[in-house]
């Protein structure tokens, strides 16, 4: 029997992926990215001045923050004003992470950028829809410190995006939606380079465990979805 997705994508196809550049007139950079029902929103932030531990040595950073609306998702949910929960805080450090391993931080100067990315609407993949999106209003703002002089040359090394792979019915398919990703046997987020190098591979077996080939095969689902998503942030940076 053939594996039926829900939306009928095929197992190798990407959800409905638009990103919007400039989406805020006050921040640096910034772009809305819809991934399917996913939605977030991704601001660059630019400051002059850096961490403690990186203050007199000539170099900047990169940082992110990571939150969910209230209302999200199909129940509430509630703010985390005191401090992160802890998949929060796990979220936001892949997304520096991720982001940090593409850019030279002695191009930058003193100067520390903040990502934020902000969920307004989730329907599986916020993850890997931050960190595609970050990218974007990541290089509108590195463009910016370009153009006012106050950098000599972008730090930005390569592309960064991420998207999710799993398994369905014993079936590796490619960008995982919530209904699918809450009932798969097997998730997994993958964050590339341009250059098809991997920064991150994160895989759980929720109920069988997978094989080499399984592996191989999401591997290679992966390397589609994030060169369709490379295609789409060079629309959005008009490059």
Do not use: H
């Not at 009928?8 to 772009?31: F, H, L, M, V, W």
């Not at 990571?66 to 979220?91: D, V």
């Not at 398994?167 to 993958?190: F, H, R, W």
């Amino acid at each position: 029997m053939t594996f039926v997705r829900p939306d009928n994508r095929a197992i190798d196809q990407i959800r409905n992926t638009k990103i919007t550049p400039n989406i805020s007139p006050y921040a640096e950079g910034s772009a809305l990215i819809e991934v399917g029902g996913t939605k977030v929103i991704c601001t660059a932030s630019v400051e002059d001045r850096v961490p403690l531990f990186l203050r007199n040595k000539g170099i900047g950073w990169v940082t992110a923050e990571y939150a969910m609306l209230p209302r999200a998702t199909n129940t509430r949910t509630q703010r985390e004003t005191q401090r992160p929960s802890g998949r929060t805080q796990e979220i936001q450090r892949l997304i520096g992470r991720s982001l940090r391993a593409i850019v030279d931080t002695s191009r930058l100067g003193e100067r520390q950028v903040f990502l934020d990315c902000d969920v307004i609407q989730a329907d599986g993949g916020t993850r890997c829809a931050s960190i595609t999106g970050a990218y974007v209003a990541l290089a509108l703002a590195c463009r910016k410190l370009l153009k006012n002089g106050l950098i000599k040359n972008s730090p930005i090394l390569s592309e960064v995006a991420a998207v999710s792979v799993g398994i369905i019915e014993g079936t590796p398919i490619l960008d995982l939606a919530y209904v699918e990703d809450s009932t798969a046997e097997v998730d997994m987020n993958l964050v590339c380079t341009g250059s098809g190098r991997f920064i991150e591979i994160q895989g759980t077996a929720e109920r069988e465990p997978f094989t080499r080939d399984q592996m191989d095969e999401m591997l290679k689902l992966g390397e589609i979805g994030v060169n369709r998503l490379f295609e789409i942030q060079r629309l959005a940076l008009n490059v």
